[in-house]
């Protein structure tokens, strides 16, 4: 199938938010403290208010509803910059020139506080405090079995330390919003993967009531797990000028803001403990990690409680104990990117698990089977699995890839061969409450088409069209007859985030629930309009008929008929995923309903003189339930493992004396055309997923897996051992130094 929204944005005629003109629009350019940590004492405007074009200066003073949640991010600094970068004031102007220019006549008096910027820093004795409760954000335990008598029953133990950076989402679209007053309320432009929650901060920040403000999603262009954050910042530091000038409000960050201010990839210091027998068992793993969450918690709690559920890995052991913490620093704020607390996780366990095989002496494959979950194992949460597919992912990797054989080296241009496989819980989980669903509805219009309204939100993922796919399928109409409706919270439903590769699973089968709903109403007016009892009604195929064939009614045919018999017709539903738990007194639960299983190895050659590592070749299998589109799901897979690349070796926002070194695309290197080897996408369908449609997520898993694939085949070619991320040429460099 072609993507429907796919012309518009090669032709260039989708409009982004950057390309809505407005008559009367105002720019914001936010006013940024330039210290780790400072207190505010003095804002002098006056030089900027009198600037050619200036409308106004805004500071939290002017922000007339709430500024923040607890220890979190508020829209703008009051008394206290808790990180470089963070908005102090805001310029309003008539151009965006002038509004730049202006910004940078504001005079701010500050003074300096301590900070701290690493982990070990924030967790020192006398550390000072970026909140006034501590720099432990929150924590999260996880226990099961008795971890001392799992290593006494071991034959060896190790411990190792992991370490993974600080990365951007690195949209090819900056974020940006425009933010229009009307009748008394607000008219928000503004993309992002959760639109509704962007709906909700404005109207705090406002001190507006939520329907009293209407968000529209214009095309996005990108987001991977970005576009929350940050984009609820920006459109709230609008809505307060908006507000005040009376005028549409708007600003686009400039790539260098994004890297300044806007969210980043939390990084992880992780410490195992394994023990593990001679026969290859694995008997016991301790995990203690440490988030940094930068300034203020924004979407940490979610990130790291999925890191810690996940942390032991796709293993079958009976005592585990994770202990996982979120740390406050004075650095700008983490989010969840692409993976949402996976990627981390599952590079430092798939390194011990690979460093466990060697040192055993036994294959990387042999050593993952003896110990993958199989279906009645419990996980790490004591919850008992039903549906494994990771041996069918192995299975396959092993027949296609051969994950114990790798290239041939040639002189100063040495080859190695790794692997990886991961389990990843599906949606939001435990963490996201007793349910998580979507709603949908189906309107049916009198030529036959329909229209569907759905709170999926379109980051260039392919969402749309799974959707109007599934309702294609399920009504038996052309494609071309279903269209989806623009998102607008003044027409669509609220069905959560689009995150946590959840948008298919709920929306879809909420989709495919309103179908039915639909299909049910239509039956009872042809049924009326033809004499026909509507239980021997079916719809088979975009005909409604009868066993005995003496009724063949054509969708279109009956689309006029329920049209005669009422004004509008329409199928709604509600949708959800099993209710999932978390017993926080023992420290186990319920923590997903589903979960997804992938397999990957990777192949890389490695410049022994300079460092410098080609992807030779890569080949991800990934269990997905039923397909709806394939090149679709071959796309997310082979777009993750490139995400994944950059991952492992190159993108990084190092942070020196509490700034970053960083500031564009000349400095934060992602991967280009060039860099990326032959990757080979493989969607496996050894089971349909828990849920109506079978089917499975697959953009987040897609990127955790690699990593562990790339950074184990470098250890495999040069006989070291890259315990953290990136792997930049300098890093292995200095790692084949100490092998010397």
Same mark, same amino acid.
């Given at each position: 199938?072609?993507?429907?929204?796919?012309?518009?944005?090669?032709?260039?005629?989708?409009?982004?938010?950057?390309?809505?003109?407005?008559?009367?629009?105002?720019?914001?350019?936010?006013?940024?403290?330039?210290?780790?940590?400072?207190?505010?004492?003095?804002?002098?405007?006056?030089?900027?208010?009198?600037?050619?074009?200036?409308?106004?200066?805004?500071?939290?003073?002017?922000?007339?509803?709430?500024?923040?949640?607890?220890?979190?991010?508020?829209?703008?600094?009051? /008394?206290?910059?808790?990180?470089?970068?963070?908005?102090?004031?805001?310029?309003?102007?008539?151009?965006?020139?002038?509004?730049?220019?202006?910004?940078?006549?504001?005079?701010?008096?500050?003074?300096?506080?301590?900070?701290?910027?690493?982990?070990?820093?924030?967790?020192?004795?006398?550390?000072?405090?970026?909140?006034?409760?501590?720099? $432990?954000?929150?924590?999260?335990?996880?226990?099961?079995?008795?971890?001392?008598?799992?290593?006494?029953?071991?034959?060896?133990? +190790?411990?190792?330390?992991?370490?993974?950076?600080?990365?951007?989402?690195?949209?090819?679209?900056?974020? *940006?919003?425009?933010?229009?007053?009307?009748?008394?309320?607000?008219?928000?432009?503004?993309?992002?993967?959760?639109?509704?929650?962007?709906?909700?901060?404005?109207?705090?920040? #406002? *001190?507006?009531?939520?329907?009293?403000?209407?968000?529209?999603?214009?095309?996005?262009?990108?987001?991977?797990?970005?576009?929350?954050?940050?984009?609820?910042? +920006?459109?709230?530091?609008?809505?307060?000028?908006?507000?005040?000038? *009376?005028?549409?409000?708007?600003?686009?960050?400039?790539?260098?803001?994004?890297?300044?201010?806007?969210?980043?990839?939390?990084?992880?210091?992780?410490?195992?403990?394994?023990?593990?027998?001679?026969?290859?068992? $694995? #008997?016991?793993?301790?995990?203690?990690?440490?988030?940094?969450?930068?300034?203020?918690?924004?979407?940490?709690?979610?990130?790291?409680?999925?890191?810690?559920?996940?942390?032991?890995?796709?293993?079958? $052991?009976?005592?585990?104990?994770?202990?996982?913490?979120?740390?406050?620093?004075?650095?700008? #704020?983490?989010?969840?990117?692409?993976?949402?607390?996976?990627?981390?996780?599952?590079?430092?366990?798939?390194?011990?698990?690979?460093?466990?095989?060697?040192?055993?002496?036994?294959?990387?494959?042999?050593?993952?089977?003896?110990?993958?979950?199989?279906?009645?194992?419990?996980?790490?949460?004591?919850?008992?699995?039903?549906?494994?597919?990771?041996?069918?992912?192995? /299975?396959?990797?092993?027949?296609?890839?051969?994950?114990?054989?790798?290239?041939?080296?040639?002189?100063?241009?040495?080859?190695?061969?790794?692997?990886?496989?991961?389990?990843?819980?599906?949606?939001?989980?435990?963490?996201?409450?007793?349910?998580?669903?979507?709603?949908?509805?189906?309107?049916?219009?009198?030529?036959?088409?329909?229209?569907? @309204?759905?709170?999926?939100?379109?980051?260039?993922?392919?969402?749309?069209?799974?959707?109007?796919?599934?309702?294609?399928?399920?009504?038996?109409?052309?494609?071309?007859?279903?269209?989806?409706? @623009?998102?607008?919270?003044?027409?669509?439903?609220?069905?959560?985030?689009?995150?946590?590769?959840?948008?298919?699973?709920?929306?879809?089968?909420?989709?495919?629930?309103?179908?039915?709903?639909?299909?049910?109403?239509?039956?009872?007016?042809?049924?009326?309009?033809?004499?026909? @009892?509507?239980?021997?009604?079916?719809?088979?195929?975009?005909?409604?008929?009868?066993?005995?064939?003496?009724?063949?009614?054509?969708?279109?045919?009956?689309?006029? +008929?329920?049209?005669?018999?009422?004004?509008?017709?329409?199928?709604?539903?509600?949708?959800?995923?099993?209710?999932?738990?978390?017993?926080?007194?023992?420290?186990?639960?319920?923590?997903?309903?589903?979960?997804?299983?992938?397999? #990957?190895?990777?192949?890389?050659?490695?410049?022994?003189?300079?460092?410098?590592?080609?992807?030779?070749?890569?080949?991800?299998?990934?269990?997905?339930?039923?397909?709806?589109?394939?090149?679709?799901?071959?796309?997310?897979?082979?777009?993750?493992?490139?995400?994944?690349?950059?991952?492992?070796?190159?993108?990084?926002?190092?942070?020196?004396?509490?700034?970053?070194?960083?500031?564009?695309?000349?400095?934060?290197?992602?991967?280009?055309?060039?860099?990326?080897?032959?990757?080979?996408?493989?969607?496996?369908?050894?089971?349909?997923?828990?849920?109506?449609?079978?089917?499975?997520?697959?953009?987040?898993?897609?990127?955790?897996?690699?990593?562990?694939? +790339?950074?184990?085949?470098?250890?495999?070619?040069?006989?070291?051992?890259?315990?953290?991320?990136?792997?930049?040429?300098?890093?292995?460099?200095?790692?084949?130094?100490?092998?010397?």
């Amino acid at each position: 199938m072609i993507r429907k929204d796919a012309f518009s944005k090669v032709t260039g005629q989708a409009k982004y938010v950057d390309d809505l003109r407005l008559p009367g629009t105002l720019y914001v350019q936010a006013v940024r403290c330039p210290h780790p940590h400072a207190r505010i004492m003095k804002i002098d405007a006056d030089k900027a208010k009198a600037a050619s074009g200036v409308v106004c200066v805004l500071t939290a003073a002017d922000v007339r509803g709430v500024l923040a949640g607890p220890n979190d991010k508020p829209v703008l600094a009051a /008394d206290e910059a808790k990180h470089p970068g963070e908005g102090v004031a805001l310029v309003v102007a008539e151009t965006r020139a002038k509004a730049v220019a202006a910004a940078k006549l504001v005079r701010i008096e500050y003074e300096s506080l301590a900070s701290v910027h690493t982990i070990e820093e924030s967790l020192a004795e006398e550390a000072p405090l970026v909140h006034k409760d501590g720099n $432990i954000a929150f924590t999260h335990l996880i226990e099961k079995g008795d971890i001392d008598f799992g290593f006494a029953m071991a034959d060896l133990i +190790i411990e190792r330390e992991y370490n993974t950076q600080r990365a951007m989402h690195g949209a090819i679209e900056p974020d *940006g919003a425009l933010v229009v007053p009307e009748n008394k309320g607000l008219v928000v432009y503004c993309p992002g993967k959760d639109p509704f929650a962007t709906r909700k901060a404005v109207a705090k920040a #406002c *001190g507006l009531s939520e329907n009293e403000v209407r968000l529209i999603q214009p095309a996005t262009g990108g987001a991977f797990g970005g576009k929350f954050v940050d984009v609820n910042l +920006i459109a709230s530091r609008l809505a307060v000028a908006a507000l005040y000038t *009376g005028r549409p409000c708007k600003t686009t960050w400039s790539r260098e803001e994004v890297l300044e201010e806007g969210s980043k990839r939390h990084p992880f210091t992780l410490k195992y403990r394994a023990g593990v027998r001679k026969d290859g068992k $694995i #008997c016991a793993m301790d995990i203690l990690g440490y988030a940094d969450a930068g300034a203020y918690i924004t979407s940490s709690r979610g990130v790291v409680w999925r890191a810690a559920v996940e942390a032991a890995g796709p293993y079958n $052991i009976e005592n585990v104990r994770v202990r996982m913490h979120a740390v406050f620093t004075n650095n700008v #704020c983490s989010d969840g990117v692409r993976g949402f607390g996976s990627p981390q996780v599952d590079f430092a366990s798939e390194s011990l698990i690979n460093e466990l095989a060697e040192i055993l002496g036994m294959s990387p494959l042999e050593f993952r089977r003896k110990n993958i979950l199989r279906d009645g194992n419990k996980t790490a949460t004591s919850q008992t699995l039903e549906e494994v597919n990771l041996s069918e992912c192995l /299975d396959k990797l092993e027949e296609v890839f051969h994950p114990d054989e790798k290239p041939a080296s040639s002189q100063g241009k040495l080859c190695g061969r790794g692997m990886s496989c991961i389990f990843r819980g599906e949606a939001r989980g435990a963490a996201a409450g007793s349910e998580d669903g979507s709603i949908v509805e189906i309107n049916l219009n009198r030529d036959g088409g329909v229209d569907i @309204s759905c709170g999926i939100a379109e980051m260039g993922q392919g969402g749309y069209n799974a959707v109007m796919q599934i309702v294609s399928g399920a009504l038996g109409v052309p494609i071309e007859d279903v269209r989806m409706v @623009s998102f607008d919270t003044d027409h669509v439903p609220d069905g959560g985030p689009t995150t946590g590769s959840r948008g298919t699973i709920t929306f879809g089968n909420a989709a495919f629930a309103a179908c039915k709903d639909l299909v049910c109403k239509m039956k009872l007016a042809v049924s009326a309009a033809k004499g026909v @009892s509507p239980e021997k009604l079916e719809l088979i195929d975009g005909v409604f008929c009868t066993a005995a064939g003496d009724t063949k009614i054509s969708f279109k045919e009956a689309a006029i +008929i329920c049209r005669g018999h009422t004004a509008g017709l329409s199928g709604r539903a509600y949708w959800s995923l099993p209710e999932t738990n978390w017993d926080f007194e023992n420290n186990k639960g319920y923590t997903y309903s589903s979960y997804n299983y992938a397999a #990957c190895g990777a192949d890389v050659e490695v410049d022994s003189a300079t460092g410098k590592v080609k992807l030779l070749g890569l080949v991800a299998v990934h269990d997905v339930g039923r397909i709806i589109n394939e090149e679709e799901i071959k796309g997310q897979i082979t777009g993750g493992a490139c995400m994944a690349l950059g991952l492992s070796l190159m993108e990084d926002v190092p942070i020196e004396d509490g700034l970053p070194t960083v500031h564009n695309f000349d400095g934060y290197h992602i991967p280009s055309a060039k860099d990326i080897g032959n990757i080979q996408a493989i969607p496996l369908t050894p089971r349909p997923g828990a849920n109506p449609l079978g089917v499975k997520g697959i953009g987040e898993p897609s990127t955790a897996v690699a990593a562990p694939a +790339i950074i184990s085949a470098i250890n495999n070619a040069l006989g070291i051992k890259i315990r953290s991320l990136p792997a930049t040429p300098e890093k292995i460099l200095k790692a084949m130094e100490g092998r010397q």
